[in-house]
């Protein structure tokens, strides 16, 4: 997954304890996103960001939060964590927010929320 | 609400076969399609992307689009055990991509 990166890689919480997913990408594409995946559930967006200042909410956003905090870096926080919140979150990149554009995604965070 | 629908599998198929996946979408705008292939505990990675009907190869791949049946396929030739993986379909117009559930595939040496 050369050119995004996420951390942590693996994560365990208590409910209602809060936590941030950090995503930073190096390939100086203007957008990124937020996907959940669980079973049976495929990709759901939760939020993204077309390009640097502005953010979005997608499909799933209640409970997160995100920061684009300049045109590398997009996080995801979840301010009190539920057990529906266990789940496996990418993030992933495009060029732009046109449609001609695939997305490249990060390996991944695998969060379980007990 | 946009909806891209795929069969869950798992599809399997003999070691040297013709792998078929299918996809439909409710969107009739959308744009841009692609395939993703995804390995147990892996993130997606993209395999191919199409944008006006007709066919498109690349390699062993050849994705498929009908705009007016709203269907997109993939076909894998020659297909291969490490070609076994979640492969989902992925549909966007001036949106975020929109993914189907995933069709597992198994190849069977």
């Known amino acids: 997954n050369a050119g995004v990166t996420q951390t942590p890689k693996f994560q365990v919480l208590k409910t209602g304890q809060s936590m941030t997913l950090q995503c930073a990408q190096d390939m100086n594409h203007n957008s990124m996103y937020w996907y959940r995946q669980d079973p049976g559930m495929g990709l759901r967006l939760i939020y993204y960001?077309?390009?640097?200042?502005?953010?979005d909410k997608g499909e799933v956003p209640n409970g997160y939060n995100v920061s684009r905090l300049n045109k590398r870096e997009f996080s995801l926080r979840l301010e009190s964590a539920a057990p529906s919140q266990t789940s496996v979150y990418f993030c992933?990149?495009?060029?732009?927010?046109?449609?001609?554009?695939?997305?490249?995604f990060g390996s991944g965070t695998r969060l379980t929320v007990v | 609400q946009k909806e891209v629908e795929q069969n869950s599998g798992p599809l399997s198929v003999p070691e040297g076969a013709i792998a078929s996946l299918n996809c439909t979408y409710s969107?009739?705008?959308?744009?841009?399609f692609f395939w993703y292939r995804q390995y147990s505990g892996k993130s997606p990675e993209l395999i191919m992307s199409i944008y006006s009907n007709g066919d498109k190869e690349d390699g062993r791949f050849t994705a498929q689009l009908n705009k007016a049946s709203q269907y997109v396929s993939l076909l894998i030739r020659d297909s291969q055990p490490s070609d076994s993986a979640t492969y989902l379909c992925a549909v966007r117009g001036n949106t975020p991509l929109v993914f189907g559930k995933g069709t597992r595939l198994s190849v069977i040496a």
């Open positions: 969107d009739r705008g959308s744009q841009s």
């Open positions: 960001s077309a390009s640097e200042g502005t953010t």
């Open positions: 992933a990149i495009s060029a732009g927010p046109g449609a001609n554009y695939g997305y490249t």
